[in-house]
């Protein structure tokens, strides 16, 4: 699989024609705007027309397309996007998974050396390639499940030389996969066995987020603001020092305690704030006034048996909702899908507003911002489908966006297009 590119292929016109519905994106106070019987055109990588299927098919006969797909019966969707994932690590944490069945709890499998650390320990014993290995594996896991553009953070390495074979290994494998990929520091994942939080701190803040500055790959900085991890000062102090170096900062935020990491995240102008299971209205409406996007990670509820994030403060204030695998050894879910149905089962997200969650919304907790600082998910299109915006999208076997979430438990996408090229078919 290449990425797109190159020249000789701006005549290349791709048709998905016949479709029970076409999703474009964000309604006008609907969450989602919905074309039936419509079809989609893509030339040269870009979308240039949607509508009812016999007006395009009119303009863009399936017969002189490069690419026709008959999507009778089917539903086409904007690509999902995965703001949140921890998908380049080593080693397995299965047995865990067991253990939490059977009462443990995360923080004290954390506190015997398991979890996070222990991920840790199999990443500094990974070579750079079998890390690009294990992560492009994960990648096409992704991608078969409809992912087109997706976050993926380090935080495996806790040192300076291991966090930076990991974002090495991120742009590796970014670099001949179709997803888009958008690269996170999160050197403040775990305080590393033998160090204190405000010693560890300096060393981030000093030494691995100059270094990681330089190599030049990372967008976000991201911190877990959590009991017995980095408090909201320390949180602080590394997203202010990400910022200077010119990153971005996203929290892990009011995951298994109300610490403030949300307010931060507001405070320093996030991207997003993530988790999210002890936010309150005060803490929504934070996020509403800066323009930071709340991000929900209900498999993580579901992994950890806890109760699910509500939205209901979320929706109250105005915010986004934006939806993520949070993908890691603690969440072993690849499947935008999958979270889409755990945000309707397990949060009450509507079908259509977990849709617009996984793809319009999870962009703009991308920071796909236009030049007045205001978050707009049509700056870039990523997460919608609109004229003049890239031709990502996937193609269910099902005929709406409803039978995402209502077929839980399976995968609804057959084909996936990025730029109008297929990248994957089942
Ligand atoms: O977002 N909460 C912190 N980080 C991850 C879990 C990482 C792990 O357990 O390996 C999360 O859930
Ligand atoms: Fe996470």
Do not use: W
């Amino acid at each position: 699989m290449q990425k797109n590119g190159g020249t000789g292929m701006t005549d290349r016109t791709t048709l998905v024609y016949d479709a029970n519905e076409v999703v474009v994106g964000p309604g006008d106070g609907s969450p989602l705007t919905i074309h039936e019987d419509a079809a989609i055109a893509i030339v040269g990588g870009d979308v240039v027309a949607i509508g009812p299927s016999d007006e395009i098919t009119r303009e863009y006969p399936p017969e002189n397309a490069t690419t026709a797909i008959d999507a009778t019966g089917r539903a086409i969707l904007p690509g999902f996007v995965d703001p949140h994932t921890h998908a380049v690590f080593a080693g397995d944490r299965s047995d865990e998974f067991a253990a939490k069945l059977r009462g443990k709890t995360y923080q004290e499998i954390h506190e015997e050396g398991g979890g996070i650390l222990r991920t840790v320990r199999a990443v500094r014993e990974a070579s750079d390639e079998r890390l690009v290995e294990i992560l492009t594996e994960h990648l096409d896991t992704m991608l078969a499940h409809g992912t087109t553009t997706a976050e993926v953070k380090s935080g495996y390495g806790l040192d300076t030389d291991t966090e930076l074979r990991l974002l090495a290994a991120i742009d590796r494998a970014a670099a001949d996969h179709p997803i888009d990929i958008h690269p996170t520091f999160m050197g403040a994942h775990a305080v590393p066995e033998g160090h204190d939080a405000d010693e560890y701190v300096d060393e981030v803040i000093d030494e691995q987020l100059p270094a990681v500055a330089e190599q030049g790959i990372a967008a976000f900085c991201d911190v877990f603001c959590e009991e017995g991890v980095f408090d909201v000062e320390q949180s602080r102090r590394v997203l202010e020092a990400g910022r200077e170096q010119g990153l971005t900062p996203k929290v892990h935020a009011e995951e298994f305690t109300r610490l403030g990491g949300t307010q931060l995240a507001a405070e320093v102008e996030a991207a997003s704030a993530d988790h999210l299971l002890h936010a309150t209205r005060e803490d929504a409406d934070a996020l509403a006034e800066t323009g930071v996007v709340p991000t929900f990670l209900p498999g993580t509820a579901f992994a950890l048996g806890e109760e699910y994030a509500d939205p209901e403060p979320f929706r109250a204030a105005g915010t986004p909702i934006a939806l993520a695998t949070d993908f890691n050894p603690n969440c072993h879910s690849r499947s935008v899908p999958f979270a889409v149905a755990l945000g309707c089962v397990g949060m009450g997200l509507t079908p259509a507003e977990a849709i617009r969650a996984a793809t319009a919304d999870a962009a703009q907790a991308l920071d796909r911002r236009d030049d007045s600082g205001q978050a707009d998910p049509s700056s870039d299109g990523a997460g919608t489908l609109q004229e003049g915006r890239p031709g990502d999208l996937v193609v269910i076997d099902a005929p709406s966006h409803v039978h995402v979430p209502y077929r839980f438990g399976e995968n609804p996408v057959r084909t996936v297009c990025k730029e109008g090229e297929i990248v994957h078919e089942r």
